[in-house]
């Protein structure tokens, strides 16, 4: 049999029942219900507030933790889940990776009992998001840098600062916050309406416009003992939860660029110009070859890694991998397949430019492209150019 | 507390191209990509509202190949809480009788049912005589091509829908059977947690020897036998309404032409 141009190396055939399922089911309700939609969402640069709760209902919101309501599937599994959310758009893969990979992981690894139960089950079931504080205005990739400071005062913490860029700021029912303090950086679960705590929505985005960006104001957020994370002192903390993100990220632009790839298929086939199809003409034969080899090495690499992961033998600096070289793959596929679709390539109608533009927000977000070069050089060469 | 099964079938997509096999004109299932039928997926949600309501037990039977296993998965996945699974080469080429004596059998090794939910047709054959065969076989009151369904203490009521009769109301003390139409419901996604516990649900696999049926079934016994096959015709051009002020009145004539208003 001729392999299939939707999944030329048959990737999916590796998969299990339980993966299988996974992606029948998330694929069949993003083509439903998120599809149909997204565009406007997009446009408006909102999304309805009912979407966490069926995002929560299905089981994405930390599916592959375990206990405290989450579903507790393989890595694959959440891979998978990430590739076909983003095929349809990264905004809503940025949604889950946020709650389930960043703010629920960072509770679930570094909370205390107390902290998990109070907060993981809503937050499984999306009736309470969080987001998670790590970039400031003046401190991007070198997070270290933050000037966001808790102090103690008595046996309360004391939070100044502000932190930008954040996904889901004014959604969140709870933020993860990461604040220096005497004993190095530490995180903080703060509650939405603490005195002295606001988040402010970010306007004006030309990417990622389908989920929501914002600033987050601490002034003299005072704090219990309880609310810092009893786990984790050192970068090591908020690094550790975004190695999950990235981790989802790496799967989900596999998602991306198989749609632009699927677009550019499908019109090239369908438009005419000088007497025969678009796909019909040398140039885009080789566009097309190009994509398709993008699309399913971008695949093959995220299961592999998803493999290492439920083996748990994967390595950050092999995440970095995966993020790097998938984002860049997902980005030249976009672009590509925005130039077969000429004019109509520009448009919301078509996806591709749509996944153009939220792939440059997915290249700088997560360590931005040039940083994962480093951690690979570093990697590689066992010297250290950044750090 | 209610006891339910129901009767699920795995079919080929209808969005794949669907045939039947050059040799014995039996379906071609390695043609096509399988799917629990769409029907099923609505008999599945009934019953787990029905149970959701009421409380009980939600068990699928299904007759077909190894393969449907996937189908089974994804009704456990969806919340039915076992199966039993007819798996027997000896069933290939089954017709409409002997796949509803099959059924009896294997329904007959489930406790205690109070209802049998199938969908009114499957999407591959759409003989859809199985629900009123089973019902006969069993001696159960049939409740076919409902749209709407409610069971309170002892009895089941539906609303009945036909192209033909329009909408009949029925009412019969259970044990009963219904079939369910396209419009009973929305099925629900099967959510992660469900597709977890879905591995850990039992499933009986039976044969047609466990059931007491061996020697009596497949194509050689079939009552009905496919002779010949032929692909559907390519379309015809459609017909064209110009609007000379009275375009509605055209097309709402034509419609009624075809039985569709
Ligand atoms: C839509 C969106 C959503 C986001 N969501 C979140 C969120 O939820 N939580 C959160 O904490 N953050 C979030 N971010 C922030 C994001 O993680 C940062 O933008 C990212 O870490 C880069 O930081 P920066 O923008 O300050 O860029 P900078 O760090 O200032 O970098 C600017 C450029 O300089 C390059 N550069 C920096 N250092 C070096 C070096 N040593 N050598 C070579 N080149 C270098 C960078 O690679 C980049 O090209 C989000 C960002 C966006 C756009």
Redesign the interface.
């Given at each position: 049999m001729a392999p299939d141009p939707h999944d030329f190396l048959a990737v999916d055939a590796q998969l299990s029942?339980?993966e299988?399922?996974?992606r029948d089911?998330v694929r069949?309700?993003a083509n439903e219900e998120l599809a149909p939609n997204v565009a406007d969402w997009y446009e408006s640069g909102d999304l309805p507030t009912e979407l966490a709760k069926r995002f929560g209902?299905?089981?994405?919101f930390g599916?592959h933790l375990s206990g405290y309501g989450c579903?507790?599937?393989s890595a694959v599994?959440y891979g998978i889940?990430c590739r076909e959310l983003e095929a349809i758009d990264s905004g809503l893969r940025s949604f889950v990776s946020v709650q389930g990979s960043l703010a629920m992981y960072a509770i679930h690894r570094w909370g205390s009992e107390e902290q998990r139960t109070e907060w993981l089950p809503k937050m499984a079931a999306g009736e309470a998001i969080g987001c998670f504080g790590l970039t400031e205005p003046d401190s991007g990739s070198d997070p270290g840098s933050m000037r966001t400071r808790a102090r103690k005062d008595g046996s309360d913490w004391v939070l100044d600062g502000t932190k930008m860029w954040i996904t889901n700021g004014t959604l969140a029912a709870v933020a993860v916050v990461w604040a220096q303090t005497e004993d190095g950086i530490r995180g903080f679960l703060v509650p939405a309406g603490t005195p002295g705590f606001s988040a402010r929505a970010i306007h004006s985005k030309l990417s990622l416009r389908a989920s929501v960006t914002a600033e987050l104001v601490l002034e003299g957020v005072r704090l219990p003992e309880s609310a810092v994370l009893p786990g984790a002192t050192g970068l090591r903390g908020p690094l550790s939860c975004l190695n999950e993100a990235r981790f989802g990220i790496l799967w989900g632009v596999a998602g991306a660029a198989r749609a632009c790839y699927a677009a550019a298929l499908d019109y090239s086939s369908t438009r005419e110009q000088f007497g025969r199809p678009l796909a019909g003409f040398q140039l885009t034969q080789r566009k097309i070859a190009d994509m398709l080899v993008a699309v399913n090495q971008a695949n093959l690499l995220a299961l592999h890694l998803g493999r290492l992961k439920d083996a748990e033998q994967l390595q950050p600096q092999q995440v970095s991998f995966g993020k790097m070289a998938n984002v860049s793959a997902a980005l030249e596929v976009a672009r590509t397949a925005r130039t077969v679709l000429g004019a109509n390539g520009i448009t919301l109608e078509y996806p591709v430019m749509r996944h153009a533009a939220n792939l440059e927000t997915v290249l700088t977000y997560e360590g931005t492209e040039e940083v994962h070069a480093l951690t690979l050089g570093a990697a590689a060469t066992g010297i250290s150019a950044f750090r | 507390m209610t006891n339910i099964v129901v009767l699920v079938k795995q079919v080929p997509d209808t969005y794949s191209e669907r045939k039947l096999a050059a040799g014995d004109n039996t379906l071609d299932r390695e043609a096509a990509d399988a799917v629990l039928d769409e029907i099923n997926e609505r008999a599945i949600e009934e019953a787990l509202v029905i149970k959701e309501a009421n409380e009980g037990e939600v068990t699928v039977v299904c007759v077909g190949p190894d393969r449907a296993n996937d189908a089974i998965r994804k009704a456990l996945s969806m919340g039915a809480d076992k199966a039993v699974h007819v798996s027997d080469e000896a069933l290939h080429g089954a017709d409409i009788l002997q796949t509803s004596k099959v059924l009896a059998k294997a329904v007959g090794t489930v406790e205690g049912v109070d209802l049998i939910i199938a969908g009114n047709e499957a999407s591959d054959g759409r003989g859809g005589a199985v629900p009123a065969v089973l019902a006969e076989l069993l001696g159960l009151p049939q409740l076919t091509h409902a749209r709407k369904v409610t069971v309170e203490g002892g009895t089941v009521k539906v609303e009945r829908e036909t192209a033909d009769e329009g909408i009949t109301h029925l009412e019969a003390s259970l044990p009963a059977l219904i079939s369910v139409n396209e419009k009973i419901n929305e099925p629900r996604y099967p959510s992660f947690k469900g597709i977890m516990a879905a591995k850990k649900k039992p499933v009986e696999k039976l044969t047609a020897a466990d059931l007491g049926l061996d020697g009596e079934v497949g194509l050689a016994n079939a009552a009905s036998t496919v002779l010949e096959s032929a692909p559907k015709p390519p379309r015809e051009a459609g017909q064209r309404v110009d609007d000379e002020g009275d375009g509605g009145v055209k097309v709402a004539e034509y419609l009624a032409s075809q039985k569709l208003i």
């Open positions: 029942a339980e299988r399922d996974v089911t069949k309700f209902e299905l089981g994405l599916m579903a507790g599937t599994s889940a | -």
